[in-house]
């Protein structure tokens, strides 16, 4: 799957999306023109389940990864969208691993969270080879992506049938990120409802997929981050979920970014003097949240 021949999609929900969409697309060829990288690389058989692997300029050993995720509502997105991050995060210096995954409505839940973790298990198997240290694992995403690796991250059962440690995770890093799939009686042709139709086989999947749901006994730590004029029910979700999280053993650390609306979260990925990318290189780095 490569910049210049990515399948067409059709229109993004919601419409400013598509903007989005181009710009990412043009920051991340930009940034694979200028970081060494290794493309395409499968982790599965089908043709959506491969991931981009960047590296720092000097083959270095023992390096952190981070494993990232696209947006895109489950139904949209390539993993070309993240690349716009890999300067900054390579810079650290670490590995970044953009994921792609299969997509809604050709599947449902939860067929892309096994993808998700189907990737996390081929960068446990092969990131030495590139450097990188199986035994520092990070996670995250952005929107769709974000939830998806949050709930790998909380779903110790699905790591334990791919025959990873509870632990493979050191820390997960949801960017705008949808964490509350339950949703009462959803107004038809909203985010929620859209949710249950393209997304979830079944409306009583909703507890299962929701990261939320799932927070009880956590251990692995969490960074929660949104824009502060970000889409209404992901900002309600975040703030559930940072709650919960502190009531737990792992903790949470939580940011909002002031007049950071939904694509801007992750546009901003690309500055490497963002807080968000500061904040995730020292975590990166020193192994604990800073």
Request: contains cysteine; charged residues 20%.
């Amino acid at each position: 799957m490569a910049f210049d021949d990515l399948p067409a999609q059709s229109p993004i929900y919601p419409e400013e999306a598509e903007a989005y969409a181009r710009q990412a697309l043009a920051l991340s060829r930009e940034a694979a023109g200028r970081t060494r990288c290794v493309l395409d690389l499968p982790y599965g058989s089908d043709y959506w389940q491969k991931v981009d692997v960047y590296l720092p300029e000097q083959r270095l050993e023992g390096l952190p990864v981070l494993v990232f995720a696209h947006g895109g509502a489950w139904s949209h997105g390539y993993k070309e969208w993240m690349g716009l991050m890999a300067p900054a995060i390579v810079a650290t210096p670490a590995v970044f691993v953009s994921v792609s995954y299969r997509l809604a409505p050709d599947v449902r839940f939860p067929a892309p969270l096994d993808d998700c973790v189907a990737a996390l298990r081929w960068v446990r198997d092969h990131i030495s080879d590139y450097g990188g240290s199986p035994d520092r694992i990070y996670v995250g995403g952005h929107s769709a992506g974000g939830h998806l690796y949050a709930l790998a991250t909380l779903r110790h059962d699905l790591l334990g049938q791919a025959g990873l440690a509870p632990d493979t995770i050191k820390a997960c890093f949801p960017v705008s990120s949808q964490l509350n799939l339950v949703f009462d009686a959803p107004e038809p042709g909203s985010g929620e409802a859209r949710i249950y139709e393209i997304f979830l086989a079944r409306a009583e999947d909703a507890p299962a997929a929701s990261p939320l749901h799932q927070m009880e006994g956590n251990r692995t730590p969490f960074f929660l981050s949104h824009g502060e004029r970000d889409f209404p029910r992901i900002i309600a979700s975040n703030l559930l979920a940072a709650q919960t999280l502190a009531r737990q053993p792992s903790g949470v650390v939580s940011e909002v970014y002031p007049e950071h609306g939904h694509f801007d979260t992750a546009l901003g990925l690309a500055d490497p003097a963002h807080p968000w990318v500061r904040k995730v290189s020292a975590w990166l780095r020193d192994g604990t949240a800073p």
